[in-house]
């Protein structure tokens, strides 16, 4: 319950308007069903007809007065949940900003957006069908009692025998609806998942004629969230037919000992109406609260899956600022291990490299060449050891002003569907247009940039789709080249590129890394025979290191990755 108040804090001024305007609401429900008594007595009993003009304006004043209370307590209501919604998904996405990448190893992509906008959207429920429902229907329930207690206490009391079940009746059935909630959101999540890898593996699905194999387990999946949801409908559906059920047997008890109390003259028809009115009308808000209990526990399974991301801990960030490199960078022992598997993928690594220095690293595929790239700019931290920056371990630098002082450009290229400028100067948000073309210009981009339909300021689509690979790959060295760090890592940054385009990157890249540290991973002979010294990395171990002459001559792993090597 802690939870609920913490949640809906920020809005408690809505709350406690839309509270005032659901007493009144409240208050006119009991006053009509305190009417039903002077509505039979005086006119229907006593045959004052002349009366009837005056109570049919009253009962339309009162229903019109009551619709406009409840246009704006239903307002308030929804106004705060549409608050909730927008305020919870901008915390959990900039949340998610700042955790480690070592998380999305452990959930999908799919699952962290079914958390964000499916998750999310239950909460909105709280507002719309427990507070607005528990503001409104909890002082309808207590004044109709106080007028059914007033016209007859001893039915009332017997009606209220009834209520110990249903509250016993909704809890169970809740229990199980917030069991069965959490099963439905986590099918939703698998469901979301399935539809991400859909979308994102376009290509290879219909390369491989793969459509039907997809279609089927996205509808198996599917069909398991179907299941999973008619549990849920089906508790609350028996929920609301308990409720109706125990209703009929009230009504029954109250006609049949109302009925026989009126026929004794124990009490007039008037009184009977007044109460039948009150008992009635007392029901149909009891279900509402049973279904807003319901609502209540999908709400906190919905809160549980949140809080597992609002829960995880944010990337660690030192708090020594440093700009530039001085000395260099050097690798202490370093193991590394992914959270999910145990099994190292770098060993015992110790490596020296000096400020302006070009380093390359070669390996065969799975040696850990990239993850020793990825480790410098902290998307993971060494298992065993420690990484320094002119003798500061990178674990004590800010994180913000460690990354700015890397650019990478690697094999996997992560463009946004945005305008080719916005691309390019998302490492320099200060960078004027001419700065961004001059970056073009470098990376040999402007000749196809200004065949685009509206030039730099083209649309280029989610992970730059509307682009080649290659001009993605020269967009994403432009970016590199306008941020002008003084650490590049170069993770098969020329890949995508024709031989021409090779040719006239690779002059660019050898400007740019001139009198910079340089990372170079690469499949291209050309790309690394030039490097200072080549790092041979081979089962997570560095096996040799030196220039590519000194390597060729000892005839070992090197010269056997070269013959496989582009030239």
């Known amino acids: 319950m802690m939870k609920i108040i913490e949640i809906t804090r920020p809005y408690w001024k809505r709350l406690f308007w839309g509270m005032v305007l659901g007493l009144m609401v409240s208050g006119i429900t009991g006053a009509i069903a305190w009417l ?28 019109t007065f009551k619709g406009l209370l409840q246009f704006g307590y239903a307002y308030l209501m929804k106004s705060s949940a549409m608050k909730l919604v927008r305020d919870t998904q ?42 607005q429902t528990a503001i409104v229907q909890l002082p309808t329930v207590i004044i109709l009692l106080g007028v059914a207690f007033y016209r007859k206490w001893d039915l009332t009391l017997i009606t209220l025998l009834l209520f110990p079940f249903i509250a016993h009746s909704t809890k169970k059935f809740g229990r199980g609806v917030k069991k069965r909630s959490m099963e439905v959101q986590k ?3 698998y469901l979301t998942h399935r539809l991400s890898e859909t979308i994102i593996g376009a290509k290879v699905i219909k390369v491989f004629n793969r459509e039907a194999y997809r279609g089927k387990k996205f509808t198996e999946e599917n069909q398991r969230f179907y299941r999973e949801n008619m549990k849920v409908v089906r508790l609350k559906e ?23 109390q009126v026929m004794n003259g124990a009490m007039t028809s008037g009184d009977f109406a007044s109460f039948l009115a009150a008992t009635y009308m007392i029901f149909a808000p009891v279900k509402k609260l049973g279904e807003a209990y319901t609502f209540l526990q999908e709400i906190k399974s919905a809160i549980e899956r949140i809080e597992t991301v609002l829960h995880t801990e944010p990337e660690h960030a030192g708090r020594i600022e440093i700009r530039d490199i001085k000395e260099g960078i050097r690798y202490e022992d370093v193991s590394f291990a992914y959270a999910s598997n145990n099994t190292p993928v770098l060993k015992n690594i110790n490596l020296d490299i000096r400020a302006g220095e070009v380093i390359a690293i070669v390996g065969p595929s799975g040696a850990g060449k990239t993850t020793v790239a990825d480790l410098l700019p902290r998307f993971y931290d060494p298992t065993e050891g420690s990484i320094k920056i002119d003798g500061i371990d990178i674990k004590e630098i ?38 961004v073309k001059k970056a073009a210009g470098m990376a040999y981009v402007t000749e196809f940039i200004e065949k685009l339909p509206d030039g730099y300021n083209t649309v280029i689509g989610e992970r730059g789709l509307k682009l080649s690979g290659g001009q993605r790959q020269r967009i994403a060295i432009a970016r590199a080249i306008l941020k002008n760090p003084p650490l590049l890592i170069l993770d098969e940054a020329t890949s995508s590129l024709d031989t021409v385009s090779e ?22 002979l050309s790309t690394i025979k030039n490097a200072d010294r080549i790092v041979v990395l081979e089962n997570g171990k560095i096996s040799d290191i030196g220039t590519h002459e000194e390597l060729i001559s000892r005839g070992d792993t090197y010269s056997r990755l070269c013959s496989g090597l582009i030239i």
């Not at 040719?503 to 291209?524: F, S």
């Open 398 to 435: 800010e994180l913000k002003s460690l990354r700015n002082l890397i650019g990478i450009v690697s094999q996997d290229i992560i463009l946004f569907n945005d305008t080719v400028t916005e691309n390019i100067a998302f490492g320099n948000q200060q960078a004027t247009p001419d700065e």
């Open 187 to 189: 099918k939703l999540s």
């Open 90 to 131: 901008n915390k959990l996405h900039n949340h998610i900003l700042y955790i480690p990448v070592s998380y999305f190893h452990q959930e999908s992509s799919g699952i962290v957006m079914s958390r964000v906008i499916n998750d999310v959207r239950v909460l909105s429920s709280l507002f719309t069908e427990v507070i």
């Open 238 to 260: 028996a929920t609301k037919l308990l409720i109706d059920v125990i209703t009929g047997v009230a009504i029954g008890l109250i006609l049949w000992y109302g009925g026989s």
């Open 36 to 63: 039903a008594k002077h509505i039979v007595d005086t006119v229907l009993v006593d045959k004052k007809y002349e009366y009837f003009k005056l109570i049919a304006l009253g009962i339309f004043v009162l229903f």
């Open 503 to 524: 040719a006239l990157v690779q002059k660019a890249l050898e400007g740019l890394m001139e009198n910079r540290t340089t990372l170079v991973i690469a499949h291209r």
